[in-house]
């Protein structure tokens, strides 16, 4: 669709910010949501092109995933233009929108050029629709060797200020959330200093104590990397990281909903502890996503992939496979819960914890027209990004 024509998309369930049209419409124009209601308000309404549907259907803001590494065979570390566009144009496929790309620990050199590469890549013109990256998920090195995970331990670093800061400079502002272990020497330090300039403090890969965790909220810590893994786990006399998402509602907490990486249940208790308001769904995924099983690279390790698990030869995860849209039917499937909670979990939360949600989102006149259409299954039926359609029904077109 050209930039300056309208589109009406009518005769669909709406989920917009204030509750649900059953049977409603939402009106685009120039990549902007310009009203929005029910069915029966759109006598009035004219627009260039008309997309009729039905109440079986669901338009829902697009999802927002803060925690991706690659997809279909690309990966933020490889540092090159094509990788990030390959992102980009594969996540509307699965009804996302707008991404972190997410990096991985690795030697300064290699950050440092994946930082570069996403500023330029940030700074180009973008012809085709396309998933828009929003900024950088910094995971690692900052963090604790006990935790790594699939984390490279050769390269864990000690929190650095300075560092910090240039590569910060470097990715031009855009490092919006780092995955970092507060209890490392200067963690803090770097804590206080992240929160001071907007930037979402992450704990992840951490082996802090309840305490420990307890200081690090009191200096600025907002956000769960991937609960439950890469941390130290729950015990009933030493809560440990785990145990402190649970406790603080203070701490939004990713969850990557694959049966995976957290047993069903667990799942379902988080959900009843947290609630949708303190959830952010996650996908973690790493290049293997979108292609056959086989032998791939994270962070210069090889990883295997099969039966829908991506392992380091010692059997660790590294990363998923996941889709964003498989995640929200798991998320139903484990917990009952809504549609209308899913769209808080996988966009409103995540728009509102990367300073974003005057812009993305959720469904209201005035925010970019980031949208979402399932079917009556959840599945992906069409993805707009920017008011523009990027996927549509099997293909990117």
């Known amino acids: 669709m ?37 069915v029966t308000d759109t006598a009035d309404q004219e627009a260039d092109e008309v997309i009729s549907l039905t109440p079986d259907f669901s ?75 929003l900024g950088i998920h910094l995971e690692g090195p900052f963090i604790s060797p006990e935790r790594a995970g699939a984390q490279p331990l050769s390269f864990i670093q000690e929190p650095d200020l300075s560092l910090f800061e240039r590569w910060q400079q470097l990715s031009g502002g855009l490092i919006k959330l780092v995955t970092m272990a507060p209890e490392r020497e200067n963690g803090l330090e770097l804590l206080r200093y992240l929160k001071e300039s907007g930037v979402i403090a992450s704990i992840g890969h951490s082996d802090a104590s309840y305490n420990e965790i307890q200081k690090a909220i009191s200096k600025g810590l907002s956000h769960v990397t991937h609960l439950y893994n890469g941390m130290r786990g729950f015990h009933h006399r030493e809560p440990g990281v785990a145990g402190a998402a649970l406790a603080h509602h203070e701490l939004k907490v990713e969850m990557i909903v694959d049966g995976i990486h957290i047993h069903p249940a667990i799942v379902k208790s988080t959900y009843r502890t947290k609630g949708a308001s303190e959830i952010i769904l ?12 086989g032998t791939y690279d994270l962070g210069g390790q090889k990883v295997q992939v099969s039966n829908q698990k991506a392992l380091l030869s010692d059997g660790t995860l590294a990363g998923s496979i996941l889709t964003m849209n498989d995640a929200i039917k798991n998320m139903i499937q484990y917990t009952g819960c809504s549609l209308q909670e899913i769209t808080v979990m996988a966009s409103e939360n995540p728009a509102k914890q990367i300073g974003m949600w005057n812009q993305k989102g959720s469904i209201t006149v005035g925010k970019d027209a980031d949208l979402t259409i399932l079917d009556k299954d959840l599945n992906v039926v069409f993805t707009l990004c920017n008011g523009k359609i990027a996927y549509k029904g099997g293909s990117n077109k």
């Not at 991706?68 to 992102?87: E, N, P, R």
């Not at 995924?285 to 979108?290: C, D, F, P, S, T």
Request: aromatic share 4%; charged share 20%.
């Open 59 to 133: 338009l829902v803001p697009g999802f927002i995933d803060i925690h991706i590494h690659g997809v279909k065979g690309a990966d933020t570390m490889d540092g090159t233009q094509s990788a990030l566009s390959t992102m980009a144009c594969s996540l509307p496929s699965e009804g996302t929108t707008s991404f972190l790309a997410t990096t991985i620990t690795q030697a300064s050199d290699q950050i440092e050029a994946a930082l570069s590469n996403a500023a330029t890549y940030s700074s180009t013109i973008k012809k085709e629709p396309a998933a828009e990256m």
């Open 2 to 38: 050209n930039k300056n024509k309208s589109l009406l998309i009518t005769n669909i369930a709406v989920y917009h910010e204030d509750g649900i049209f059953e049977q409603g419409f939402i009106k685009i124009k120039d990549g902007k949501i310009i009203n929005i209601g029910p």
């Open 282 to 293: 996650i996908t973690d995924a790493m290049r293997a996503k979108g292609l056959k099983d």
